[in-house]
């Protein structure tokens, strides 16, 4: 979950590319350079996995006014991360955990299951951050309105992007 309160530092946040498709079908990549107790983070093997033009075009422009930032892999140590989780996970994954495993930043994803169990095992409990702790922490702040986020809810359920709940009214309140 993203904190209530910016930071006096900024934490960092590497982002696989679920949650940046997930912004980007709602043109809210934005929220990335709003939510200022973060710097985001996003490694290119994750940007690869961003299919479609016109979310690649958001990917773009999000990462030329610095809401986004790239990451590259700096050591051999990180190389040799990805190398032994590359078999189980996607590339853009890959990339993600070990860059966050080798420098304990933040991951951004929604994936569940395995991934989310390797995060938890490599990087520890509390570092996975995805869109619905976004879009929350966007209601709290007031860059979003409640019925925005709930519209943008109900865009990405089209999407087959599903949350376990009816309105950010309930959860805005609750976490």
């Not at 209530?4 to 982002?15: L, T, V, W």
């Not at 790239?70 to 189980?88: C, F, G, H, W, Y």
């Amino acid at each position: 979950m993203v904190p209530d309160k910016p930071a006096q530092r900024q934490a960092h946040a590497i982002c696989d590319a679920c949650v940046l498709i997930n912004l980007a079908l709602i043109n809210e990549l934005r929220l990335l350079g709003a939510l200022d107790d973060f710097r985001f983070f996003v490694p290119q093997a994750a940007v690869d996995e961003v299919l479609h033009e016109s979310q690649r075009k958001e990917v773009r422009i999000a990462l030329e006014k610095q809401w986004l930032r790239k990451a590259t892999l700096d050591s051999e140590n990180e190389d040799i991360l990805v190398q032994e989780l590359r078999p189980l996970y996607g590339a853009g994954e890959s990339a993600c955990l070990a860059i966050a495993q080798a420098r304990q930043w933040h991951v951004v994803t929604d994936e569940s299951g395995a991934l989310a169990a390797e995060i938890v095992r490599r990087v520890g409990p509390g570092r996975q951050i995805g869109t619905v702790a976004i879009l929350v922490q966007a209601v709290r702040r007031k860059l979003l309105s409640v019925n925005q986020a709930d519209a943008h809810k109900a865009k990405l359920e089209v999407h087959k992007f599903t949350m376990k709940f009816r309105s950010f009214a309930e959860v805005q309140q609750a976490e």
